[in-house]
């Protein structure tokens, strides 16, 4: 029913930048808190961001002032753009899009990879 499909991931050198973006579909999408989590190998899954539909965002302390989420509504698309990316941000990264208790969608995932 409702699909997220991830794209933008890849390989980059420490302190680039990477834009994620994330289509949903089959869903009201403006009115859908959408969020980027990440896990790296080893390690719980974690939130990146968060954007509500009216588009407040909250971030995980270690991306704050180097990520930043966004919301095309009109194209039913959310984004994450990475920059000065650290090694540490190593993980596949997920889209998620949540209305509880109706919808808790994830989508395939996309590897980003910094190299030292």
């Known amino acids: 029913q409702v699909q997220l499909v991830e794209s933008g991931g890849g390989l980059v050198q420490a302190g680039g930048s990477l834009r994620l973006s994330c289509a949903a579909s089959g869903t009201i999408f403006s009115i859908d808190v959408m969020g980027w989590y990440r896990q790296a190998p080893g390690k719980q899954r974690e939130l990146v961001a968060l954007?509500?539909?009216?588009?407040?965002?909250t971030y995980v302390d270690s991306v704050k002032g180097r990520f930043t989420i966004s919301r095309d509504n009109a194209k039913n698309t959310v984004y994450l753009q990475m920059n000065s990316l650290k090694p540490e941000d190593t993980a596949i990264y997920y889209c998620?899009?949540?209305?509880?208790?109706?919808?808790?969608?994830w989508g395939q995932g996309t590897q980003v990879t910094v190299s030292s």
């Open positions: 954007i509500t539909p009216n588009s407040t965002p």
């Open positions: 998620n899009l949540r209305r509880p208790p109706v919808f808790d969608v």
